[in-house]
């Protein structure tokens, strides 16, 4: 009786029988793939990353310094305005970071502009915010030519191209009362902000292309779900030759 | 040819008029155009579902053994392709770029493990449901009970994120607020069960999945189309949308697109959507690590997901199924970052506001300027695809209740009336409570469906995984794990629970990190398989009968 019922015993790791020896060599060679494939990518991937800044970041951190003490040229503060846009742009950014960004971008436009400009952009920006909250539709005609003036208004102040794409963006990051002062919490959650949003992990897998994609987005979205399907095929393929070998009838 | 179009365009012409008239804008009134869509869809599933019961009731078995492998691969994959499939996936990569893609490779690299592990041996087991195996195979009727309840639970879980689905589609479609939209929805889809149940209808997975994937797929050929990337495979082609975002994408001096508020197709660089764990999406490596494998042992232990592997006629199809099913489900996820990174770039504009992530599947088709009648089609296909999903999960909801737990342990002499009754009070109270949680609004869809998987993956998965591998698991370590499972998912619901609700616990910071409600299941599962194999090694052997029944049908 006894060893009766050892004879009946189902171990993944100590298989007794020819098909479960066989089942346990194959299910670990697949998730082996499986594992290496998903985990093992990863793991790589982070292990050779470096935080990579954009290009904006590498302006802002040169001209940081003066901008932080008030004393920029003309060339630092566009420069800075310009890095606070290209965040202000971005696509994950948040609402309470908005603020000491806009705060930024108004100030510098403010302290860039001449006397007579500083009085037009002051009036535009007030007249663009007035429309802004009165509009229904921002199809309106005032509110597209309020936005128009004021976009090259301020892009010519902060020396932006004409098809830069922040051109688009500075009308509506504006706002009248962060003109005049640089505050102080602004200027405290600067730095952070800056490289929260313009560094990024980057390396070999993550810059090489491939069809059109970076690589590893591509292998994430596209080959991994291809390899799944692959290995699923594999398994079954492989499972139906092991019971004709064995003479196995399901 | 002519002949043959013109009844079709009449047949169409309707909706097609109304459409027409529909507004642009991304929110709006009532959309009728969309509404005589979701409608024809829904009566479409019920008729065709009729036709097909009269044929079946003749020769139901036969008809079943008749279904093809790619017929029961489309089965499976209309059966998982749901609200988090069509909407979610592509809301979690517009809200937090690479990271979502841990949830596509999560929902799908599961199906390797529950094909290797479990399905053949499943079908072997023979059983019906998942509170049936853990019963006989822990040959306790305490633990079949816990099984139904967490099949139960596992069911509410999923559905709530459906519901979330189902209520935002509602609100676009009839300009609503999200609240009367989703009781307006749930009762819909409560309609719509109550009266499939009623008319006896056989689901046809098959058409339902063909829609879903068409009313997904044709927006994107559009949007690959018109702004000028390689169209004739988008799921390849939307790849230079992801590489533009992260370089920025200039303001065109000779070609103009705009979105649908003119709005250029520009924006300014953005690695931070397509770089993996960037600090902006406020995600890191260990929570796409956690999610991804939470979400691949949950597809390992989802019931609904498993009990197919029951209906199929021999353990070779259940097994071929998996791998056409996967495939069908793959087309839908190989497509699904293709909506986000489009509404990337269409949604790049401050003026466009804050949207709806859950949405973004129609507001990027809204936006790129796409036939308002196929955006319906669209918005059509996704609540098509939650109310497939949810009409399943209550109906399996309801039974576990009437079944499992009422006719098998409260009440074993009811009469089939009885249990008809049980059922569908079981089916109207699971919605009731869908409806309220869903009214929350706590997560986006994805994450809510999230909740479900890890829920799955440290109760369901250890079971099932050390019950078929290992005949050493018996009573007192299936309860012993469950319990360290179950106490891993009540940590990590309260906390997740307690700060929706403003109150701060103790080392929440801390536990919502480590123990996140859709990602518990990292650290969950695996203590609940150690803890079974401990307690298991330490108490009384796994009966004979259960030990040679393991060796001699579902190993042999």
Redesign the interface.
């Known amino acids: 009786m006894e060893s009766n019922?050892n004879?009946?015993?189902?171990?993944?790791f100590k298989p007794?029988?020819a098909?479960?020896k066989w089942?346990r060599n194959?299910?670990i060679k697949?998730?082996l793939i499986?594992a290496v494939a998903?985990?093992g990518f990863?793991f790589l991937?982070?292990a050779i990353?470096k935080p990579t800044p954009?290009e904006?970041y590498v302006q802002y951190e040169k001209v940081w310094e003066n901008i932080s003490k008030e004393n920029a040229s003309i060339e630092e503060m566009q420069k800075f305005a310009h890095s606070s846009?290209?965040v202000?742009?971005?696509?994950?950014i948040k609402t309470e970071q908005k603020s000491a960004l806009q705060n930024a971008v108004s100030w510098s436009a403010f302290q860039l502009a001449d006397s007579a400009q500083k009085i037009m952009l002051i009036d535009e920006v007030i007249k663009f915010e007035t429309l802004k909250s009165e509009i229904n539709s921002?199809?309106d005609p005032e509110y597209i030519a309020t936005k128009r003036s004021l976009s090259e208004l301020a892009s010519s102040i902060l020396g932006l191209a004409q098809?830069?794409?922040?051109?688009?963006?500075i009308s509506?990051?504006l706002a009248s009362s962060d003109m005049k002062v640089f505050k102080a919490e602004s200027k405290e959650l600067i730095p952070s902000i800056m490289?929260?949003?313009l560094?990024?992990?980057?390396s070999f897998l993550?810059d090489f292309?491939?069809?059109?994609?970076?690589f590893?987005?591509?292998y994430?979205?596209?080959f991994?779900?291809?390899l799944?399907?692959f290995?699923?095929?594999l398994?079954?393929v492989r499972?139906?030759k092991m019971?004709l070998e064995l003479d196995?009838d399901? | 040819m002519k002949k043959f179009l013109l009844p079709i365009i009449l047949l169409l012409s309707p909706s097609i008029l109304f459409a027409a008239g529909a507004s642009t804008q991304l929110e709006g009134g009532f959309k009728i155009g969309p509404a005589i869509i979701l409608i024809t869809i829904l009566c479409v599933f019920v008729l065709v579902g009729v036709i097909f019961r009269a044929k079946d009731t003749a020769d139901f078995y036969a008809a079943g053994r008749g279904i093809s492998r790619i017929g029961s691969g489309m089965a499976i994959a209309s059966n998982w392709m749901s609200a988090a499939s069509f909407l979610g996936m592509a809301a979690l990569m517009y809200g937090s770029g690479y990271h979502g893609l841990a949830y596509v490779v999560g929902w799908t690299g599961g199906y390797v493990l529950l094909l290797i592990l479990m399905a053949g041996q499943i079908r072997k087991y023979g059983k019906y449901t998942a509170a049936d195996f853990i019963g006989d195979r822990y040959y306790s009727q305490g633990l079949r009970a816990t099984g139904a309840i967490i099949a139960i639970l596992i069911s509410i879980s999923y559905c709530v994120g459906q519901f979330g689905g189902i209520g935002l589609m509602f609100k676009w479609i009839l300009g609503l607020d999200y609240a009367p939209a989703v009781i307006i929805g749930g009762s819909v889809v409560l309609a719509y069960t109550l009266i499939s149940g009623m008319l006896g209808v056989t689901k046809n997975m098959q058409i339902q999945y063909v829609i879903i994937i068409v009313s997904f797929l044709i927006p994107l050929f559009i949007l690959t189309f018109k702004f000028d990337y390689f169209w004739l495979l988008p799921q390849i082609g939307y790849g230079s949308v992801v590489s533009d975002i992260a370089s920025g994408v200039p303001i065109a001096e000779t070609t103009q697109l705009f979105n649908a508020l003119g709005h250029e197709y520009a924006m300014v660089p953005s690695p931070e959507f397509v770089m993996p764990w960037d600090p902006a999406t406020g995600q890191t490596f260990f929570q796409w690590i956690a999610i991804a494998f939470s979400l691949m042992i949950g597809t390992a232990g989802l019931p609904h997901v498993i009990q197919r592997f029951y209906v199929v006629p021999k353990a070779r199809d259940a097994r071929w199924s998996v791998v056409w099913g996967l495939f069908f489900i793959c087309i839908l996820y190989w497509s699904a970052p293709a909506y986000a990174a489009f509404g990337k770039i269409l949604s790049a504009n401050p003026e466009v506001g804050k949207l709806a992530k859950d949405a973004i599947v129609v507001y990027t088709a809204q936006l790129g300027n796409v036939n308002p009648l196929i955006v319906g089609l669209l918005a059509a296909g996704g609540v098509s695809a939650a109310f497939s999903t949810v009409s399943g999960l209550l109906v399996a909801g309801s039974s576990a209740f009437a079944h499992d737990l009422y006719v098998k342990i409260i009440n074993p002499k009811a009469s089939p009336k009885m249990q008809l009754l049980m059922a569908r009070l079981g089916t109207i109270l699971m919605a009731v409570i869908v409806t309220l949680l869903a009214l929350k609004n706590w997560a986006l869809i994805a994450q809510l469906v999230a909740v479900a998987f890890s829920l799955a993956g440290v109760t369901i998965f250890p079971l099932f995984l050390l019950g078929i591998w290992w005949s050493g698991s018996n009573k007192q370590g299936a309860i012993a794990g469950l319990i360290a499972g179950l106490l891993v998912a009540v940590i990590a619901l309260t906390y997740f629970i307690a700060g929706k609700e403003g109150v701060t616990l103790p080392y929440h910071e801390f536990i919502n990190y480590w123990l996140g409600a859709w990602y518990f299941a990292w650290i969950g599962a695996p203590l609940a398989i150690f803890t079974n194999i401990v307690v298991s090694k330490l108490t009384p052997e796994t009966p004979l009968e259960i030990r040679k029944f393991l060796v001699l049908n579902v190993h042999s």
């Not at chain 1, 202000?88 to 994950?92: A, N, R, S």
């Not at chain 1, 560094?199 to 980057?202: E, G, L, M, S, T």
């Open positions: 019922q004879d009946y015993h189902i171990s993944f007794t029988t098909q479960a089942n194959l299910a697949l998730i499986w998903v985990f990863h991937l982070r990353e954009e904006a846009l290209s202000l742009g971005k696509v994950f921002i199809s098809n830069d794409v922040r051109t688009k963006l509506l990051e490289s929260t949003y560094i990024h992990n980057q993550t292309k491939f069809l059109g994609f970076p590893h987005y591509f994430s979205a596209v991994l779900l291809i799944f399907v290995l699923c095929w398994y079954c499972v139906d019971h196995i399901e």
